[in-house]
Nanobody
Framework: QVQLVESGGGLVQAGDSLRLSCAAS????????VGWFRQAPGRDREFVVA???????DYADSVKGRFTISRDNSKRTVYLQMSSLKPEDTAVYFC?????????????????WGQGTQVTVSS
């Protein structure tokens, strides 16, 4: 497994931007696919976006056009640039790693998880 640590969360106003980072250590990070999930209070954890080891990306409709995922394998880090934030984006954001990109929408496919970082968007 890889070990993952998220950072970059915080309190912002609607319309602002934030960049989350997911730093990895452990096994060969460049061969892993990474996803971001989020969980708001009282709601199930939901898929936000994923990036494959080769750079393919896939976004949830709710964030398409506002969020951008990228990875820098030399730094063993995946970034989530979030723009035009809305109050409904408020959640704890988790990054996770999976060897199986085909199952990217399912949190059960991910075998390594970070501890999460809180993002709060005020209106």
């Amino acid at each position: 497994q890889v070990q993952l640590v998220e950072s970059g969360g915080g309190l912002v106003q609607a319309g602002d931007s934030l960049r989350l980072s997911c730093a990895a250590s452990g096994r060969i990070f460049s061969s892993y696919n990474v996803g971001w999930f989020r969980q708001a209070p009282g709601r199930d954890r939901e898929f936000v976006v994923a990036i494959s080891w080769s750079g393919n990306t896939d976004y949830a409709d709710s964030v398409k056009g506002r969020f951008t995922i990228s990875r820098d394998n030399s730094k063993r880090t995946v970034y989530l640039q979030m723009s035009s934030l809305k109050p409904e984006d408020t959640a704890v954001y988790f990054c996770a790693a999976t060897p199986n990109y085909n199952r990217r929408y399912s949190d059960g496919a991910y075998d390594s998880w970070g501890q999460g970082t809180q993002v709060t968007v005020s209106s």
